[in-house]
């Protein structure tokens, strides 16, 4: 008993660098997109306030896109997530 090891390292997952790197591109990707969003909402409803329909419109347009694509590249690191466990 005295002379055994334990090896903790051998049950650990070692996800390669280049993994965590994309991953964290994907969360700086979807971040900003949210942040253009939530901009386009905020001059949608500046908008609004000054009787611009148009443009109102036109910027929840962008907002909505911009939420789009927010989701597409969550998805893509939220897919690499689960498929590592």
């Given at each position: 008993?005295?002379?055994?090891?334990?090896?903790?390292?051998?049950?650990l997952q070692i996800v390669p660098k280049t993994?965590?790197?994309?991953?964290?591109?994907?969360?700086?990707?979807?971040?900003?997109?949210?942040?253009?969003?939530?901009?386009?909402?905020?001059?949608?409803?500046?908008?609004?306030?000054?009787?611009?329909?148009?443009?109102?419109?036109?910027?929840?347009?962008?907002?909505?896109?911009?939420s789009k694509l927010a989701i597409e590249a969550?998805?893509?690191?939220?897919?690499?997530?689960?498929?590592?466990?």
């Amino acid at each position: 008993m005295k002379n055994k090891e334990v090896n903790t390292r051998s049950d650990l997952q070692i996800v390669p660098k280049t993994e965590i790197q994309k991953t964290v591109e994907g969360h700086r990707t979807a971040a900003a997109y949210y942040e253009a969003a939530a901009k386009s909402h905020l001059e949608a409803a500046a908008h609004l306030m000054n009787d611009q329909n148009d443009k109102a419109s036109q910027s929840t347009m962008q907002a909505y896109g911009h939420s789009k694509l927010a989701i597409e590249a969550q998805k893509e690191y939220v897919k690499r997530h689960t498929l590592k466990g």
